[in-house]
């Protein structure tokens, strides 16, 4: 059972441009969320969280947004940079595990076309 | 910011062998370590939770036996899997939790032949 899902795999975008990633989770107790970014054989890195009681958070280039009725969150990046090309990984955590577990989307592999 | 050391990157060893991966949090406490596998094109999975002094907590389908964690220290903690086969070659990522919240390793690549 897949908590939560990122329905494409991958993505490719012209630099400049606006990149969107998309996450849906299933759980309705899942109070706050994260992006990851990861490049090959690395680890993965923080890139932004929210909470569920924004709908919105900002960071530079960075903007996550929190549709709670819809279960769904998504990334922007503007404008996009080569630099950005990774796969970038949606988690959530909450509800009474006590523990701080997140659980892990599959990741969107990003392109970023020079 | 927060690091978070893990070794090795990259281990290749025979089957029925052990091997030893290490995390270690530089310059901060790490009151909870999380250790997670990836498999290719696949997400991050949970494998096992444990706090400094204390059992660690394995999700469901781990095998405890198989995969040891040891959590000593604020600043240290290790996966070994034991007996290797070649299916748990895999990416194994540790994650530190601190006051500056999550903060991950680097991974570690193992191939078992």
């Known amino acids: 059972d897949q908590q939560v899902k990122q329905n494409s795999p991958s993505l490719s975008v012209q630099e400049g441009r606006i990149s969107i990633l998309n996450c849906d989770y299933t759980n309705s107790m899942f109070d706050y969320f994260l992006w990851y970014k990861k490049y090959p054989a690395e680890g993965p890195t923080f890139l932004i969280s929210i909470s569920s009681i924004k709908d919105k958070n900002e960071d530079g280039r960075f903007t996550v947004f929190l549709n709670k009725s819809a279960k769904h969150l998504s990334l922007h990046i503007v404008p996009s940079q080569p630099g950005d090309s990774a796969v970038y990984f949606c988690a959530a955590s909450g509800g009474t595990s006590g523990t701080y577990k997140y659980i892990f989307g599959t990741g969107t592999r990003l392109k970023v076309l020079a | 910011g927060a690091v978070v050391s893990q070794h090795p990157s990259r281990v290749i060893c025979k089957s029925g062998t052990s091997v030893k991966i290490e995390c270690r949090s530089l310059?901060?406490?790490?009151?909870?370590m999380f250790w997670y596998r990836q498999f290719p094109k696949q997400s991050l999975m949970l494998m096992a939770t444990s706090n400094e002094g204390s059992k660690a907590t394995y999700e469901q389908g781990v095998e405890k036996d198989k995969f040891l964690i040891n959590h000593a220290s604020l600043t240290l903690s290790t996966l070994t899997v034991t007996s290797a086969h070649p299916e748990d070659s895999s990416f194994y990522i540790c994650s530190a939790r601190g006051q500056y919240g999550y903060t991950f390793g680097s991974g570690t690549r193992l191939t078992v032949v």
């Open positions: 310059d901060f406490q790490a009151t909870t």
